[in-house]
Nanobody, 122 residues
Framework: QVQLVESGGGLVQPGGSLTLSCAVSGITFLRCDLKWFRQAPGKERELVASIISKDSTTTYADFVKGRFTISKDNDKKIVYLQMNSLRPEDTAVYSC???????????????WGQGTQVTVSS
């Protein structure tokens, strides 16, 4: 059974930092592209950051560049989102996503975590 379990959300003051974790189980971690999405109340879900399986290349949405860092630990099968200089507009539910590929780089499944709330407020 595939599971993506996020942790690390909470309440933080503007300018503060949080690190989100997503523990992945039930799939071949090294064959997954991993992403963090977020969704604020009344807004569309948006892609925050990605890290691809092949060479760990990372990409970021413009609104988090220079503030957030995505990384992964292949041994622990965890993907992280380090969030610095947090702003009230970063308040959202943050969800982990995995797209699994086979050896020919064909997609074989999409998986989501349940999400973790991040609230940035004084």
């Amino acid at each position: 059974q595939v599971q993506l379990v996020e942790s690390g959300g909470g309440l933080v003051q503007p300018g503060g930092s949080l690190t989100l974790s997503c523990a992945v189980s039930g799939i071949t971690f090294l064959r997954c592209d991993l992403k963090w999405f977020r969704q604020a109340p009344g807004k569309e879900r948006e892609l925050v950051a990605s890290i691809i399986s092949k060479d760990s290349t990372t990409t970021y949405a413009d609104f988090v560049k220079g503030r957030f860092t995505i990384s992964k630990d292949n041994d622990k099968k965890i993907v992280y989102l380090q969030m610095n200089s947090l702003r009230p507009e970063d308040t959202a539910v943050y969800s982990c996503y995995a797209k699994k590929y086979d050896v020919l780089r064909r997609s074989t499944g999409d998986y989501w975590g349940q999400g973790t709330q991040v609230t940035v407020s004084s």
